[in-house]
């Protein structure tokens, strides 16, 4: 028993001296340490650099500079110096620029903002992803500690059932059994109780790991009032979530980029015309200047046949998007019972909340009932036994009603891709 108490006593030490964070400041932290929104960041960056490479490729030509330096073993003749050297510089500016290509610069610019339109809409994804991740943690914490509250007011009670038990069989107004029976209920809530606070140790390690914290970080409490009506119908909730649920997004930026990329290939069978500028310069020093030579030109090419490989990247190109708006297609046809589910069970989470708060009040009270008429010796043992796991029952079942209402909110405002109320942010 006194080692109960130590024990006891050093975790209650322990836990006024562990940090703590709130649901907002847990948010923030894990989210950005997680591997799938740091990959989804860098997906932006890339995508943003892809669309200003479509853009400038309408304005720009692409440059290239080259040289050579080179020394022969035997004179020969140097254009650069219209003589025999045995040194040789050359050194050439080129600039080419499309003039024509088939369509396919409007095309890689349509791919281009359509995967930085699924990018953005990929960073919210996973964005909620983590903080759906998160939340999980942060409310399994406070139902674990609320249950290890229950555990240790189960102990109370029964220790406090054992001492009059005793006194009533001291006193012959109670057998044996009575005291036996009230001893292994306090031998199962004590085991009950180490059970808790190893679930709880456990989840505060839990917290601690995803926001990034050395050791075990215990959470905030959170407000325990009635959880409040969602400010949406489930029409309104399926509605948005077609039209900015981040899942829906990125699976329509999806299908538009490959209708793009489709696009792109189309465009092979079509000529395609550039304009090329060069400027060369021969000499037999490094720096060549001797003789220097332009040149302006226009190309025109028609590939008429390259083994097969235009048709392969064409049929390629329409099965990836044949595919991307099958993806689409079925997403937005499980929309619906997606949101419902998630509505749902939010709406049921939230009535079974209500109805488990009014369980734990019955049970107390029958629990203050049974206990008045054991002492008086007008009901048995059983009976206040039973009330006891009654109330523990009720009182477990009422934190993790309040836990499932909270995961579903949080499930829904996933697939929604936004807060239905403040406090998280």
């Avoid at 095309?107 to 991740?133: H, I, N, P, V």
């Avoid at 292994?184 to 995803?210: D, F, I, K, Q, Y």
């Avoid at 959470?219 to 948005?240: I, M, Y």
Wanted: net charge neutral; proline share 4%; glycine share 6%.
């Amino acid at each position: 028993m006194m080692l109960l108490g130590l024990f006891l006593a050093v975790q209650v030490a322990a836990t006024d001296t562990m940090p703590r964070v709130t649901l907002a400041e847990a948010l923030e932290r894990a989210t950005q340490l997680d591997p799938n929104y740091v990959a989804a960041l860098g997906q932006i960056d890339n995508a943003a650099w892809g669309r200003r490479a479509a853009y400038l490729a309408f304005i720009l030509p692409s440059i290239t500079v080259q040289g050579s330096y080179q020394v022969s073993s035997s004179p020969s003749f140097n254009i650069g110096t219209g003589a025999a050297s045995k040194t040789f510089a050359f050194a050439q500016l080129t600039g080419q620029y499309e003039l024509f290509a088939g369509g396919r610069k409007f095309a890689d610019l349509a791919a281009a903002k359509a995967q930085l339109t699924g990018a953005r809409a990929g960073e919210l994804e996973a964005r909620f992803a983590a903080a759906l991740l998160t939340e999980s943690a942060y409310y399994d914490l406070v139902s674990n500690r609320e249950l290890t509250e229950v555990a240790r007011q189960r102990v109370a009670r029964a220790e406090e059932q054992l001492v009059v038990a005793r006194a009533r069989v001291l006193s012959g107004a109670a057998v044996q059994t009575d005291s036996l029976r009230l001893l292994l209920e306090l031998t199962r809530a004590r085991v009950n109780l180490l059970l808790e606070e190893s679930r709880l140790r456990v989840s505060r390690l839990t917290l601690g790991s995803l926001i990034g914290a050395a050791g075990p970080v215990d959470a905030a409490p959170l407000p325990s009032g009635p959880a409040p009506d969602l400010p949406l119908t489930l029409e309104q909730a399926v509605a948005e979530a077609l039209e900015q649920g981040p899942s829906y997004r990125v699976a329509r930026a999806s299908e538009q980029r490959a209708g793009a990329q489709l696009w792109a290939q189309r465009s092979a069978w079509l000529p395609q015309i550039g304009l090329t500028a060069n400027t060369s310069a021969f000499d037999v020093k490094v720096f060549p200047n001797a003789t220097k030579r332009s040149t302006l030109s226009i190309g025109v090419s028609l590939p008429i046949w390259d083994g097969g490989r235009r048709e392969i990247g064409l049929t390629q190109a329409r099965v990836n998007r044949n595919v991307a708006r099958a993806i689409r297609e079925d997403l937005e046809r499980s929309a619906r019972p997606d949101v419902t589910q998630a509505y749902d069970q939010y709406v049921t989470s939230r009535a079974a909340t209500d109805l488990a708060s009014q369980a734990v009040v019955v049970a107390e009270e029958n629990y203050r009932v049974q206990q008045a008429r054991y002492r008086s010796g007008a009901t048995d043992i059983l009976d206040l036994l039973e009330a006891q796991v009654n109330l523990s029952d009720a009182q477990a079942g009422l934190a993790q009603s309040r836990t499932a209402t909270r995961l579903a909110l949080a499930g829904l405002e996933a697939i929604l891709g936004r807060r239905l109320f403040t406090g998280k942010d």
